[in-house]
C-alpha cells in the first residue's frame, strides 16, 4: 500500500535512496576501485565498438543519459527512440551493441526495436526493472536495477535506478572496448556509494513544494540542462506535462536562443539545472530568459554562482558531475508532484496514460 503517503508516486519518490543502494548492492568495490557487476566481469565487452540504446518515454532519458555518459568515456554511442528505430536504425555490425531501456520489459515499441536488432546481427542487452520480463528473457543479457514494484504511472524511482545502472555498466563498457578504465571511476565510485545518502536528506530540506505553490498557476514550464543536465531537463518536463497536464518542455540550454525563447515570458518559469559541465553557459541562457521576465528556477548545489542570479533555489548536494543531474532530478520530480496535487490531478494514474504501453 501507499502507508503514510496520499501518492504512490510521492511514496516512490521517497523510496529513491533505498531503491538506489539495492541497486548497487554489492555491484562497486569503492574501496578497490572497481566495478562488481557479477554478470559482467572484465573483459565481457571486449570487441564491441558502438553502443546503441533503444527506449521510449522516461526510459529513452534514462537512456540518453547513459548513453552521453558512454559518449564521455570515449565510446560511440546513440540512443534512440525504440518507436522511430524501424525506419532511423543507425547501420548494425558485429560490433554493435544494442541495450534496450524498459522498466516493464513489455513495451511494445522497446520490444521490436530489440527484435529488430537481434535480426540484424547486433549483441542485445535490457536494462530492466522485471524479472522474467519479454525483454529480459529475449536479449542476450540483462542487468536488472532492482528498484521493487512502481506503481505510479509516472516513473521515478526506476528512472533514477536506470540511469545509475547505465552510468556504471558504461564504465565498464568503455573499460573493456577502450582497454583503460575511464579516467573518472576513481571519483565516481565513492560518489555512487554516497548517493543514497545525499538524496535521503535531499528529501529533507527540499522546498520543491514552495516553488510548486508560487508558480502552479503559471502558463508554461521550460526545463532547461547541458550535458547530461539535457536528458534530466527532458525528463523534468515528461514528468511534469504527465502528471500536471500543463504545458512544459525540456530544452539543451543552449538551444533557448535558437527558438523557444519566442515563448519565454513572466508567465513561463525556466528551470535551469547545474551538473558542473560548463555552468556558466547554462547560467548565461538562463539570465536571456530572466531578461525577458521570465522567473528563474536554479537547480544547484549552495554557494553555487546561479544562487545570487536565479529568482529560486532549488538545492541539491555536491556530487561527481556524472550524478548531479539525478539528484537534480529528484528536485524536479517534487516540484511535478507538488504542482499535480495543488492542482487536484490524479497523480497515480494520469487521464490517457497507462503504466506499460503493450501496443505499438
Ligand atoms: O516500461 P518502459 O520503461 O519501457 O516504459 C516506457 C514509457 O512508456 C514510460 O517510461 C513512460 O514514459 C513513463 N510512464 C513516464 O513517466
Do not use: W
Amino acid at each position: 500500500g501507499k502507508g503514510e503517503y496520499d501518492h504512490f508516486m510521492l511514496k516512490e519518490i521517497n523510496e529513491q535512496p533505498t531503491s538506489l543502494a539495492q541497486a548497487l548492492e554489492g555491484r562497486i568495490d569503492p574501496l578497490n576501485g572497481r566495478i562488481a557487476l557479477s554478470d559482467f566481469e572484465p573483459g565481457t565487452f571486449d570487441g564491441v565498438d558502438s553502443v546503441q540504446f533503444i527506449a521510449c518515454g522516461t526510459s529513452y532519458h534514462a537512456a540518453l543519459y547513459g548513453s552521453l555518459a558512454l559518449n564521455q568515456a570515449g565510446v560511440h554511442s546513440t540512443a534512440l527512440l525504440a518507436n522511430e528505430y524501424s525506419v532511423s536504425a543507425p547501420p548494425i555490425d558485429d560490433d554493435t551493441l544494442v541495450i534496450a531501456v524498459t522498466q516493464s520489459g513489455e513495451t511494445a515499441d522497446t520490444l521490436n526495436a530489440l527484435r529488430r536488432a537481434a535480426a540484424e546481427g547486433a549483441r542485445t542487452l535490457t536494462v530492466t526493472n522485471v524479472v522474467g520480463s519479454t525483454a529480459a528473457r529475449e536479449a542476450d543479457d540483462t542487468l536488472f536495477i532492482r528498484a521493487g514494484p512502481e506503481i505510479g504511472v509516472a516513473a521515478t524511482k526506476t528512472f533514477s535506478s536506470q540511469a545509475v545502472m547505465l552510468t556504471l555498466l558504461g564504465q565498464r563498457i568503455a573499460d573493456d572496448s577502450r582497454g583503460e578504465p575511464p579516467a573518472d571511476l576513481e571519483s565516481l565510485l565513492p560518489a555512487l556509494e554516497s548517493m543514497p545518502g545525499k538524496i535521503d536528506d535531499l528529501l529533507e530540506y527540499s522546498t520543491a513544494e514552495a516553488i510548486a505553490d508560487r508558480y502552479s498557476r503559471s502558463e508554461a514550464y521550460f526545463f532547461i540542462g547541458r550535458g547530461l543536465g539535457f536528458p534530466v531537463a527532458l525528463e523534468g518536463a515528461l514528468k511534469f506535462k504527465e502528471i500536471t497536464y500543463e504545458h512544459a518542455e525540456g530544452f539543451a540550454s543552449g538551444e533557448l536562443k535558437h527558438g523557444p525563447l519566442a515563448l519565454v515570458t513572466p508567465e513561463t518559469p525556466v528551470f535551469a539545472i547545474f551538473t558542473g559541465q560548463e555552468d556558466e553557459k547554462t547560467l548565461k541562457n538562463a539570465e536571456e530568459a530572466q531578461t525577458r521576465g521570465a522567473p528563474v528556477v536554479a537547480v544547484c548545489p549552495d554557494g553555487h554562482p546561479a544562487v545570487e542570479v536565479a529568482d529560486e533555489h532549488l538545492r541539491i548536494p555536491d556530487t561527481d558531475p556524472d550524478l548531479a543531474g539525478l539528484v537534480a532530478n529528484v528536485q524536479l520530480q517534487l516540484v511535478s508532484y507538488h504542482a499535480a496535487d495543488l492542482l487536484d490531478r490524479p497523480i497515480d494514474k494520469p487521464r490517457n496514460l497507462a503504466k506499460s504501453v503493450t501496443v505499438e
